[in-house]
């Protein structure tokens, strides 16, 4: 257990005490802003191999019953989050770090920004919440809860940072929403699954697809019972 709370404070430690301070920037005035994209993505990747290793290993410390029959449930927020993520990832949007410039587009709320402009995140949100569902132990809520926690606090920190464009963001931010399809439920949006790209989807279904297969064999354990 003891490699996988190392773990997890390492990681917070990366996205809360540097990408979100004043550290990030003097980091960025010294290597430059690629530079530390690379390493603080290296170091992202180290820590969570760090984790899933940590997780592997850790001892089976029951908390609470995971939730009975949530097996189904866990497959289709999974699904959504894995849809969320590569959608989101493949997607233009003025909220990934060093794509500002976007926001200046003439039409920049296209596709998956109008159901949320930070889709990644809630992703991620989702895998975590589903896997809370059916592990019900203490490495799976530290785990789990870790990605959750930080899913969930990363919208708000992201658009603080923005407010640096100007007008231009709070335009964008008045036409978009964080919690998804809030902008369109308050008619500030409307709902266009035309711009998704079919190839992102197919592209989401396919990684989801392989990682099933693949579950067993990374994390020792099958999704499938």
Known sequence: MTSLVLAILF????HVLVSGTALRG????????????????????????????????APLVPLW?????????????????????VVGLTSPSPTVVGAEAQIERGDPVRG????????????????ALAHLLVNGDLASALLFGTFFVLALLGPSLIDRRK??????????????????????????????????GAWRVALGLGLFA????????????SPFW
């Open 163 to 196: 407010q640096a464009l100007g007008a231009s963001w709070q335009r964008f931010a008045a036409s978009t929403s964080s919690v998804p399809f809030a902008a369109i439920a308050s008619g500030r949006n409307t709902l266009e699954l035309g711009e998704l």
């Open 112 to 127: 998956i920004l109008r159901i949320t402009r930070h889709p990644f995140l809630w992703g991620v949100a989702l895998w």
């Open 26 to 57: 003097a980091i960025i005035e010294r290597i430059g802003t690629r530079a530390y994209l690379g390493l603080f993505s290296l170091l992202s990747l180290v820590g969570i191999l760090w984790m899933v290793r940590g997780y592997r290993h």
């Open 65 to 85: 019953a995971p939730l009975p029959g949530g097996r189904p449930l866990t497959f289709v927020l999974t699904l959504l989050g894995f849809l969320l993520v």
């Open 11 to 14: 990681f917070l430690a990366l």
């Open 210 to 221: 392989v990682f099933l297969a693949v579950h067993g064999r990374l994390f020792g354990v």
